[in-house]
């Protein structure tokens, strides 16, 4: 086996795992399923991108765009949540889903990718499905933000180790997306 495919292979399951424990602890939270919601959506894009290096389809290449659409949804979600939730009304959490519908729809098409080897040829909606991703990361690093300088304000030492470790485990993933 592929030693890049083995990789992700075990990063998928760690990360499965670490989904599920959380998840158990308290299932009935949005923290708990948002964090799992995250780590599905990265174990499905590993998943996919396992996939299209083993396969070379571009059916998995375009599996890929679905699941970032999945791990901003999510991200937005967990850090409006965590430490302490936002006091904005809950059709604000519906609402940040929908840019993901249209993406769940356009991904098996060429509408965002049309054709991965021998070189890229991007859809005429990837630059849409760039920005929209931009917004959930946008956003969600910016709840932390908020979070962190809410607990500073607060004294809370606790929370602000908590959203700096969330912070640097998200700014870490990232660069190493």
Same mark, same amino acid.
């Given at each position: 086996?592929?030693?890049?495919?083995?990789?992700?292979?075990?990063?998928?399951? @760690?990360?499965?795992?670490?989904?599920?424990?959380?998840?158990?602890?308290?299932?009935? +939270?949005?923290? +708990?399923?948002?964090?799992?919601?995250?780590?599905? +959506? @990265?174990?499905?894009?590993?998943?996919?991108?396992?996939?299209?290096?083993?396969?070379?389809?571009?059916?998995?290449?375009?599996?890929?765009?679905?699941?970032?659409? *999945?791990?901003?949804?999510?991200?937005?979600?967990?850090?409006?949540?965590?430490?302490?939730?936002?006091?904005? $009304?809950?059709?604000?959490?519906?609402?940040?889903?929908?840019?993901?519908?249209?993406?769940?729809?356009?991904? $098996?098409?060429?509408?965002?990718?049309?054709?991965?080897? $021998?070189?890229?040829?991007?859809?005429?909606?990837?630059?849409?499905?760039?920005?929209?991703? *931009?917004?959930?990361?946008?956003? *969600?690093?910016?709840?932390?933000?908020?979070?962190?300088? *809410?607990?500073?304000?607060?004294?809370?030492?606790?929370?602000?180790?908590?959203?700096?470790?969330?912070?640097?485990?998200?700014?870490?993933?990232?660069?190493?997306?």
């Amino acid at each position: 086996m592929d030693p890049i495919v083995l990789g992700i292979a075990l990063v998928s399951l @760690f990360n499965l795992g670490l989904g599920v424990i959380v998840l158990a602890r308290k299932a009935n +939270s949005v923290v +708990s399923i948002a964090f799992f919601g995250i780590c599905v +959506s @990265f174990v499905a894009w590993g998943i996919a991108i396992a996939a299209m290096f083993y396969t070379e389809d571009i059916r998995f290449a375009r599996a890929t765009f679905v699941c970032g659409a *999945g791990i901003g949804y999510f991200l937005v979600l967990l850090t409006a949540h965590f430490p302490r939730r936002f006091p904005l $009304p809950s059709w604000v959490w519906g609402a940040a889903i929908l840019p993901w519908i249209p993406f769940l729809i356009a991904a $098996p098409t060429s509408r965002i990718l049309v054709q991965y080897k $021998p070189e890229q040829i991007i859809g005429p909606l990837f630059p849409l499905y760039s920005m929209i991703i *931009g917004v959930y990361f946008v956003w *969600g690093i910016g709840n932390l933000i908020a979070q962190l300088r *809410g607990a500073k304000a607060r004294g809370d030492t606790t929370e602000r180790r908590q959203v700096r470790a969330v912070l640097l485990g998200i700014i870490g993933t990232m660069s190493l997306a």
